[in-house]
């Protein structure tokens, strides 16, 4: 069975500086991870996906299949990236997506 | 283009009563998903539709709950009855579905709070 996992809950950082957000997964499969995010008062909104290899409002993810991870990253955080920010994995032919349980991200001045 | 329309935003009730919540897709979308994500967790599925069938609905507790997707458009979720750990928000997604990088990409709906008492 396919798993993600987001081992923090919260994540505190200065404006200005780097943030990485981790995501490790599990799936026999062949995998497709984006990661997701929802602002405040906002609907859940799809950041990035691994296929796409962009960079989105400054932030990175890339796939590590040896470690079965896809870390956020962003250089420089700003405090509108505060937000609940949601990995998940696409499965099956479906592409049904599992996703992990979030962090949130607060980003101070 | 229009998103993912849900209603009621929010629902209060008591235990064993029933419920249903609605779903209108972004238009041409064929697929459709819903979703329970309780407080402190992620979204999780609890169906999805290819147009107006059932792909999977493995994770769907089906002695109380139930939906349907007539003509293959709308969609409503019914619960029925209702349990205290029903308490969360239900939310609805769409994706393009077919071929192409994007087909799966899920649009979101900005879900139902439903509160069991």
């Known amino acids: 069975a396919q798993r993600v996992t987001q081992p923090e809950k919260l994540l505190s950082v200065f404006k200005g500086a780097p943030v990485e957000l981790k995501c490790n997964y599990s799936?026999?499969?062949?995998?497709?991870l984006f990661w997701y995010v929802q602002y405040s008062r906002q609907r859940l909104q799809l950041l990035l996906r691994h296929i796409s290899r962009e960079s989105i409002k400054g932030f990175t993810a890339d796939l590590n299949k040896g470690e079965t991870s896809f870390h956020l990253k962003k250089p420089f955080a700003q405090e509108e990236d505060s937000a609940m920010y949601y990995c998940?994995?696409?499965?099956?032919?479906?592409?049904?997506?599992?996703f992990g349980s979030g962090t949130q991200l607060t980003v101070l001045p | 283009e229009a998103g993912v329309a849900q209603s009621p935003r929010y629902k209060i009730i008591e235990k064993r009563q029933s419920v249903a919540f609605w779903c209108n897709p972004i238009?041409?979308?064929?697929?459709l998903y819903w979703y329970q994500q309780i407080l402190g967790q992620g979204p999780k599925l609890l169906i999805q539709?290819?147009?107006?069938?059932?792909?999977?609905d493995s994770q769907l507790p089906k002695d109380r709950f139930s939906a349907e997707r007539l003509k293959g458009v709308d969609s409503t979720l019914k619960i029925q009855p209702a349990k205290l750990e029903d308490s969360a928000v239900y939310l609805c997604?769409?994706?393009?579905?077919?071929?192409?990088?994007?087909?799966?990409?899920?649009?979101f709906g900005p879900g139902t709070r439903l509160t069991v008492t």
């Open positions: 998940a994995l696409g499965s099956g032919s479906a592409r049904q997506l599992t």
């Open positions: 799936y026999s499969g062949s995998p497709e």
């Open positions: 997604a769409s994706s393009r579905g077919g071929q192409g990088p994007t087909r799966s990409e899920q649009y």
């Open positions: 238009s041409g979308h064929a697929t």
């Open positions: 539709f290819q147009n107006n069938g059932v792909v999977d």
